[in-house]
């Protein structure tokens, strides 16, 4: 089986449960506000033609089309995008979503190419980096909504293995269906560090690479979790920001 055919079965078998792992659908109020607050400092004004790339069950996509812009939605699972549709609806939102790869986006030209947690699960980041410049127009920007999975500073492994055994305690399944496939070359996979990020953008020719911590966001998710999960479970998370050259 292809690479992205394992990807892609793997996230519509995890579409039934995405949601309800804290972070993902960003529905409590408060993550939400955090989230809307930041987007609306990094993104372009509206209206903005706004490309979501790996939209998943479209949380981000709502937040930005809230904010006033024309949402497209980008994701390799069906499942997921069925999710999205619905959710989308219900809030009476019009956003486009398309099936495709991440390596493979619709024409723009798009003002703003967004993306969450998704460079991490692709196993070219480099090119899939210079597809997205080659849709957005000249001077449009690039919004990388990513985190250092590996954890940060040298007790992570103590504290997940911590956080484990309160999830148990408090009866919290685990945050997907099952362990991400094993055996795929994924270059950004569990990096400790906004480093590795940085490089494959500036390497994809996007210029202008600005780097912020999102503290309201971390914030946000760690206090809506019983104690002590929000600690252990604390990650970095930042957004690099860079525009396609003009």
């Known amino acids: 089986m292809e690479p992205h055919e394992t990807i892609q079965r793997w996230w519509d078998?995890?579409?039934?449960?995405?949601?309800?792992?804290?972070g993902h659908a960003i529905s409590d109020p408060v993550e939400a506000a955090a989230w809307r607050h930041a987007?609306?400092?990094?993104?372009?004004?509206?209206?903005?033609?706004?490309?979501?790339?790996?939209?998943g069950t479209g949380s981000l996509a709502l937040l930005i089309a809230e904010l006033g812009h024309a949402v497209t939605g980008l994701d390799l699972s069906e499942g997921m995008l069925a999710r999205a549709r619905?959710?989308?609806d219900e809030a009476g939102a019009s956003i486009v979503f398309v099936h495709g790869r991440?390596?493979?986006?619709?024409?723009?030209?798009?003002?703003?190419?967004?993306?969450?947690?998704?460079?991490?699960?692709?196993?070219?980041?480099?090119?899939?980096?210079?597809?997205?410049?080659?849709?957005t127009r000249p001077g449009g920007r690039l919004?990388?909504?990513?985190?250092s999975w590996g954890g940060d500073g040298p007790f992570v492994a103590v504290a997940d293995l911590a956080a484990q055994a309160f999830?148990?305690?408090?009866?919290?399944?685990?945050?997907?269906?099952e362990a991400y496939p094993s055996g795929l070359s994924l270059p950004l996979q569990n990096v400790s560090s906004p480093m590795p990020f940085v490089e494959a953008v500036a390497d994809a020719g996007w210029e202008r690479l600005r780097l912020g911590r999102l503290r309201d966001v971390e914030w946000a998710i760690e206090h809506r979790?019983?104690?002590?999960?929000?600690?252990?479970?604390?990650r970095p998370r930042f957004a690099i920001i860079a525009d396609a050259p003009a």
């Open 167 to 177: 999830e148990r305690l408090y009866g919290i399944g685990g945050h997907h269906h």
């Open 225 to 234: 979790q019983p104690w002590p999960l929000g600690t252990l479970t604390h």
């Open 39 to 55: 987007l609306e400092v990094i993104l372009p004004d509206p209206v903005a033609r706004v490309l979501d790339i790996g939209t």
């Open 102 to 135: 991440a390596e493979e986006p619709p024409a723009g030209p798009f003002d703003a190419v967004v993306e969450r947690h998704v460079l991490w699960t692709l196993p070219d980041p480099v090119t899939t980096l210079r597809a997205w410049r080659s849709v």
């Open 13 to 22: 078998e995890d579409a039934s449960v995405y949601d309800d792992s804290v």
């Open 143 to 147: 919004v990388l909504l990513e985190g």
């Open 86 to 88: 619905v959710k989308a």
